[in-house]
């Protein structure tokens, strides 16, 4: 059995539904993507995973539903969600981000785990008195996944890590995401930049206006250029 495995996802906001009848899974250890056009529905997935979004269907995770469940409920199962537009205090310094990342728990790691991120992520330390909002955009993305880790989660939704990144920085931060791969976090990436991410996922579904249209292996799909060309507008 996936770690995720998701059946029928209807998800919208009030009375727009933006998703329909998506079904996918998410297998432990392994990192997925979501791709698709501007508009294709692919941060109100996550968002729907994560309780945010008006959500119908099955989303079992880890044998669990969560369709229903708050987001606070849903965070303390191990999702954690870094947004678009990452979702940092502007005004709090780098570690004051980080301990409230970790407001959930109740164990006595969290300084163990803040040592942790500045090991992953060596420009927070530096920063760390530093208010967030002064950070660059490449630094504001690792304090958001930063953020994320504190969570311990097994599961990471990342939706665009790559936007507004130089190709420098998005390649130090995917380096990072391979990593906290490597030590266990499961991935549920959604990404405009499907180049890049089909290197790097092992599995790839596309979505056309709120409906899953293909997936495959990130090999296969990364692969065909007809499916490159109509879906993922590249040539
Ligand atoms: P993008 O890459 O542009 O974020 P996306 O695939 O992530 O695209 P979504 O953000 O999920 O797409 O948006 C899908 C549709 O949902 C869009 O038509 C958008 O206008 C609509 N939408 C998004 N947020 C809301 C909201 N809060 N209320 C109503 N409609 C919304």
């Given at each position: 059995?996936s ?37 294709a ?31 606070e ?33 109740k ?17 927070l ?67 405009q ?7 790097f ?26 499916v ?8």
């Amino acid at each position: 059995m996936s770690l995720l495995e998701v059946e029928g996802l209807e998800a919208g906001y009030g009375p727009v539904t933006v998703v329909r009848d998506l079904s996918f899974s998410v297998d432990e250890g392994k990192v997925v993507t979501i791709l698709g056009a501007n508009g294709a529905g692919k941060t109100t997935t996550l968002r729907a995973l994560s309780g945010v979004a008006r959500a119908r269907g099955r989303i079992d995770f880890a044998g669990e539903q969560l369709t229903g469940r708050s987001p606070e409920w849903i965070v303390r199962r191990g999702i954690a969600h870094v947004p678009e537009g990452r979702g940092n205090f502007a005004t709090l310094t780098v570690e004051e981000n980080l301990r409230l990342g970790a407001y959930v728990r109740k164990d006595d790691k969290v300084r163990e785990d803040i040592a942790r991120c500045f090991g992953y992520f060596p420009r927070l330390e530096e920063r760390r008195t530093q208010a967030a909002g002064s950070l660059s955009g490449g630094e504001q993305q690792m304090l958001a996944i930063a953020r994320g880790l504190m969570l311990r989660p097994r599961l990471m939704l990342l939706d665009e890590p790559s936007h507004g990144l130089s190709p420098l920085i998005t390649r130090e931060v995917f380096k990072i995401l391979r990593e906290i791969v490597d030590e266990g976090t499961t991935l549920l990436i959604v990404e405009q930049n499907a180049n890049l991410v089909l290197e790097f996922a092992d599995h790839a579904y596309v979505l056309e206006t709120g409906r899953l249209v293909l997936d495959g292996s990130a090999e296969e799909i990364g692969a065909d250029e007809g499916v490159r060309r109509s879906y993922l507008g590249m040539v």
